[in-house]
């Protein structure tokens, strides 16, 4: 059982996410947006893998990701980016700054649950 930070302003893709892993038994944090999900993380430093949304208000994914990086003591945590097709040159960007993974929206359960098993097994 693992602690998994989600980082969506989108409810319904928070909703998703997080009923997908708390079914598998983990623990789930949830966060609107990249400030909202950096100060969780601060207050849960044991969080074992955080997925995080790029298109975001007051702070996007590239922009936690990099801010996560910067911290010494979280910059280890492994990072999943949620993308959409589309998202192809900010998914480079993601990856650039520290991104281990992503998973292209719409995504089915399968998916979640193999690069789950992929990073943290
Ligand atoms: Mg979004």
Same mark, same amino acid.
């Given at each position: ?18 009923? $997908? ?62 993308? $959409? ?37």
């Amino acid at each position: 059982m693992k602690k998994i930070l989600v980082l969506d302003d989108t409810q319904s893709m928070r909703s998703l996410l997080s009923m $997908t892993l708390k079914q598998s038994g983990h623990t789930v944090i949830e966060a609107i947006d990249g400030i909202d999900g950096l100060s969780k993380l601060k207050l849960n430093p044991d969080v074992d893998l955080i997925f995080t949304d790029l298109n975001m208000p007051n702070r996007n994914g590239i922009e936690f990701i990099k801010d996560v990086k910067a911290i010494a003591s979280l910059k280890s945590i492994p990072i999943v980016m949620l993308t $959409t097709e589309s998202e192809e040159q900010r998914k480079l960007e993601g990856k650039a700054a520290g991104a281990m993974a992503w998973i292209v929206k719409p995504f089915k359960v399968d998916t979640i649950q193999s690069v789950l098993e992929k990073i943290i097994s």
